[in-house]
C-alpha cells in the first residue's frame, strides 16, 4: 500500500492528503477511509500498471477516441492543462464499457503521472489540477442510454482522483441541459457549485480571459462550431482525434511502457476489467434527477410530435 501511494502522489504527500480532506469537507476520519478505499482499489485493479497495458489493435483504440471525445487543447496562462470534452457527441458505441473505462482511467493516470508534472517543470510550481471544458453540441434525449456508464466514470473520478478539476466550463449549452442544469444543481454541494461555469455561447470570450486563442478547444473558436470531428484544420486542432498530438503522445506511452514491462513478448489484447465503484448517494441521486427530467423532456417532445401529427377537419 505504501508503494501505491508514493505512485499515487508523485512527490508531492501532503498536497494529495489535503484533496482527501477538501473531498469530504474536512472530516479526517471520512477522509482517511476514503483514502485507504482508494489505495486498496488501485492495489487490486492493478492501477499503477495500468499505462503499460495499450488497447489494440490501433483501429479498436481509434474507434474509441472517435466515440469518446476528450483531449487535451493546451494549457492556461497559469499553467493548468484544458481537458476537452464532447458531451454531446460521445455516443460510447464503438467498443465494451470495459475499454471506455480503462481508456478514462489511462488518460487520468497520464495526465497525474507526465502532464502535470511536465507543467509544473515548465511553469516553476506545483500544478496539481486542471481545466475541463464541457461541450453540449449535440446534446439528445438518447443520451439517456449513457447514464450508466457516465455515472460509473463519474464515481472513478469521485472517488479516486478527488479534486483534481479546477473549474468546469459548460458551453455550446442546449435546451435539454438547461432544463437538466435547473434540476440538478440544487443536488450539488456548495463545492462543486463553485467549481461550474455555464458560459454564453461557445464561451470564446470568457475562455480567452485565462488562456491563449492556441488553446482554446476547437468548438470554442467560433460560435456555431460545435465539436464536429473534423474541425477547418483538419485533425491539428481537434484534441478528439485519435491524430492529434496529445492522443499520439499518450498512445506511444502506453505501448513504450507495455514493451518495457513485457520485452520480447507479443502484447495481450482484450479491455481491463476494472471494478467498478459503487456511486455515492450525491451520484445516484443527480443521476436518477438526471434520467428524471430526459424522461420528461421526452414525454414532452411525443405530445408535441402527436400533437403535430393531429389533421383537424373542418365541416
Not at 435546451?175 to 435547473?182: D, E, H, P, Q, T
Request: proline letters at 4%.
Amino acid at each position: 500500500m505504501k508503494d501505491t501511494f508514493q505512485n499515487m502522489h508523485h512527490g508531492y504527500p501532503t498536497e494529495t492528503l489535503v484533496r482527501f480532506l477538501k473531498a469530504r469537507d474536512w472530516n479526517v476520519q471520512k477522509a482517511h477511509k476514503m483514502l485507504i478505499d482508494c489505495l486498496q482499489w488501485r492495489i487490486q485493479n492493478e492501477i499503477d500498471s495500468i499505462l503499460a497495458k495499450p488497447i489494440i489493435p490501433t483501429d479498436l483504440y481509434r474507434s474509441v477516441r472517435d466515440s469518446q471525445l476528450v483531449g487535451l487543447s493546451g494549457y492556461s496562462k497559469e499553467g493548468l492543462p484544458v481537458i476537452a470534452i464532447g458531451v454531446g457527441l460521445s455516443t460510447y458505441d464503438k467498443a465494451s464499457v470495459n475499454y471506455y473505462v480503462q481508456s478514462h482511467i489511462q488518460m487520468n493516470e497520464y495526465r497525474d503521472r507526465v502532464v502535470l508534472p511536465t507543467a509544473t517543470e515548465r511553469y516553476g510550481r506545483h500544478i496539481s489540477t486542471c481545466l475541463k471544458v464541457l461541450d453540449m453540441t449535440g446534446l439528445k434525449l438518447s443520451a439517456l442510454n449513457q447514464i450508466k456508464l457516465l455515472t460509473t466514470i463519474a464515481s472513478i473520478d469521485d472517488l479516486n482522483y478527488p479534486e483534481k478539476t479546477k473549474t468546469y466550463y459548460i458551453v455550446n449549452v442546449p435546451y435539454i441541459f438547461s432544463a437538466c442544469w435547473k434540476a440538478v444543481k440544487p443536488l450539488l454541494q456548495e463545492r462543486t457549485k463553485r467549481k461550474i461555469q455555464v458560459l454564453q455561447g461557445c464561451g470564446r470570450d470568457e475562455l480567452l480571459k485565462i488562456m491563449d486563442y492556441s488553446s482554446l478547444p476547437h468548438f470554442c473558436r467560433k460560435e456555431g462550431s460545435g465539436s464536429s470531428h473534423h474541425s477547418s484544420n483538419g485533425t491539428i486542432d481537434n484534441c478528439f482525434s485519435f491524430d492529434h498530438t496529445f492522443h499520439q503522445q499518450l498512445y506511444n506511452y502506453i505501448k513504450q511502457q507495455a514493451t518495457h514491462i513485457k520485452t520480447g513478448l507479443p502484447i495481450k489484447q482484450g479491455s481491463v476489467h476494472v471494478d467498478f465503484p459503487e456511486p455515492d448517494l450525491e451520484d445516484t441521486e443527480i443521476a436518477k434527477t438526471i434520467e428524471s427530467e430526459f424522461q420528461k423532456l421526452a414525454d414532452q417532445n411525443g405530445l408535441c410530435n402527436s400533437l403535430n401529427g393531429l389533421k383537424v377537419n373542418s365541416d
